[in-house]
């Protein structure tokens, strides 16, 4: 047998500097902000001293939270949305209204002692004073907000600024794979107009607590994102979303601006901020075929702004309005709400709550 290698050290080298640390801090920043992860960008600080200092300068950030404990705090009793989901509607939108007065707070713990002390028990704003020249903050809660069976589709994308500026809602109630070369009769009901079972089997009331729910679950958001705007006035881009994809929360630099000198108008009955007076746009088409292999029943795309009266987003164009529908959403969803927005639209008027 041959003797076993030995490494050693190149003595050349050693009498040479750490490549790494010949990089300048900008350098080394954007490297940082690449990783965007709070808990790596964590690792990252207690890997130097050079790190540490900087890390808080991070300007991209990216913050998971794994669960949801109650407001008071109580780490041994948390609410965990990753378990499974009721498989009615109607019930759990009875209990989205206890959902309202849940904070959602990171509580990762690691196996040894965690290298930012925050991540252990504290809330995301807690743990984002470690950082203070954020501009671009994505929050992902660990599902989705609204509970649905098995088989339906349901996204929301939402955008506000002191309050709701735009919303558009997403549902099927079915989503199936389409078998290769199958074909798809038309319906007899889709001439292109709300057929009458629409009314009469309950889809209408459906879609009611579909949009119900998905702007209870963009207010409660949006009223949790107080202390973080307050505290990082250098924030240009917030997006706030979750793991299953369901809903999307977005404040852009005119809207975080909007946000931080107009006072919030708080719902009298949890915490949540109060949703306007809307107006909204249904569409809706009984089957539709998408990209993939992918076919939608039921398929409705609601589009849905603030009255103009009383608004403060009233002088949003309505390109601009298709523009925020059409970029709603991705892959196949997106040529779904393309393919809605061509259907006869109906128009619904909601008073705030």
Known sequence: MLPKAR???DPALELEDDRFDCLPDSIVLLILNKVEDVRSLGRCSAASKRFNGLVPLVHDVCVKIDHVVAVDGDAEDPLNLSSPKPRNILSHFLKLMLFTIIKPFHNARGAGRPLFPQLAHHSPAQVLRSFTH???????LPSGDVGTEDGVLLKWRAEYGSTLQNC???GGTRVDRKPVGAEHEPSSEDNGSMPESFYTNGGLKLRV???ISSLIAASTRHYLLRSIIKEHPTLVSLVLTDADGQ???TMGAEQLKDFRENQLSASACSNRTHVPACN???KYAPYLELPG????QGATL???KPSTEGSNCGHISRKETDAFISGAFDGPFKFAAKALMKRRTYLLEMNGF
Do not use: D, F
């Open 302 to 304: 609601v589009a849905i």
């Open 134 to 140: 954020v501009r671009n903050l994505h929050i992902e």
């Open 293 to 296: 292999g992918i076919a939608l």
């Open 168 to 170: 558009v809602i997403l």
């Open 280 to 282: 909204m746009k249904l």
């Open 209 to 211: 607590v579909w949009t």
């Open 247 to 249: 809903g999307t929360l």
């Open 7 to 9: 490494i050693h050290a």
